[in-house]
T-cell receptor
Framework: IAGITQAPTSQILAAGRRMTLRCTQDMRHNAMYWYRQDLGLGLRLIHYSNTAGTTGKGEVPDGYSVSRANTDDFPLTLASAVPSQTSVYFC????????????FGPGTRLTVL | GQNIDQPTEMTATEGAIVQINCTYQTSGFNGLFWYQQHAGEAPTFLSYNVLDGLEEKGRFSSFLSRSKGYSYLLLKELQMKDSASYLCAVGDSNYQLIWGAGTKLIIKP
């Protein structure tokens, strides 16, 4: 693994189903983030984690949950998917440079029908 | 509230220079970032400004004026591969990034 990986790459999901998006980084970054990106809108922060064992809510947390059991993994769970959660989801991490730029995974394109 | 404004779309000619502006209003300021995002791909880091002035990195330069809440990204000697969206983001008082909606740059031959 080099950098950040996300899985799956894309998914079509029926409304009401539970779904977990996976994110793994191998850069030993302390901070990790989940964003959604929708056409015409900026990246919006869903949840974040400043270090393993802690999480926080971002701008649009409703309907999503996260966990941070270790440094490398930061899964995002949709407990009961709704069509408005159709989006591209990016995981990011930061923590080792002077200015803490965020490094992004390749994204997961999720469609909820 | 917190707000980042940048133009939705710009068009420029290959070999020319283009300036993409970004204005911001945020609770606190911990640096301004520019990212590049090609269609269907993840954002990638381009530049960071925390002090007023110009930061130059090859064909790309970024300027910041904290008193005016203003930044720009300057791209010189445009190449077709520079066709992408350019995202402005500001670190707020909690060190979270607040993102603009991005500027789609179209390069014409």
């Amino acid at each position: 693994i080099a950098g950040i990986t996300q899985a799956p790459t894309s998914q079509i999901l029926a409304a009401g189903r539970r779904m977990t998006l996976r994110c793994t980084q191998d850069m030993r970054h302390n901070a990790m983030y989940w964003y959604r990106q929708d056409l015409g809108l900026g990246l919006r922060l869903i949840h974040y984690s400043n270090t393993a064992g802690t999480t926080g809510k971002g701008e649009v947390p409703d309907g999503y949950s996260v966990s941070r059991a270790n440094t490398d993994d930061f899964p995002l769970t949709l407990a009961s998917a709704v069509p408005s959660q159709t989006s591209v989801y990016f995981c990011a991490s930061s923590g080792t440079s002077d200015y803490n730029e965020q490094f992004f995974g390749p994204g997961t394109r999720l469609t909820v029908l | 509230g917190q707000n980042i404004d940048q133009p939705t779309e710009m068009t420029a000619t290959e070999g020319a220079i283009v300036q993409i502006n970004c204005t911001y209003q945020t609770s606190g300021f911990n640096g301004l970032f520019w990212y590049q995002q090609h269609a269907g791909e993840a954002p990638t880091f381009l530049s960071y400004n925390v002090l007023d002035g110009l930061e130059e990195k090859g064909r790309f330069s970024s300027f910041l004026s904290r008193s005016k809440g203003y930044s720009y990204l300057l791209l010189k000697e445009l190449q077709m591969k520079d066709s992408a969206s350019y995202l402005c983001a500001v670190g707020d008082s909690n060190y979270q990034l607040i993102w603009g909606a991005g500027t789609k740059l179209i390069i014409k031959p």
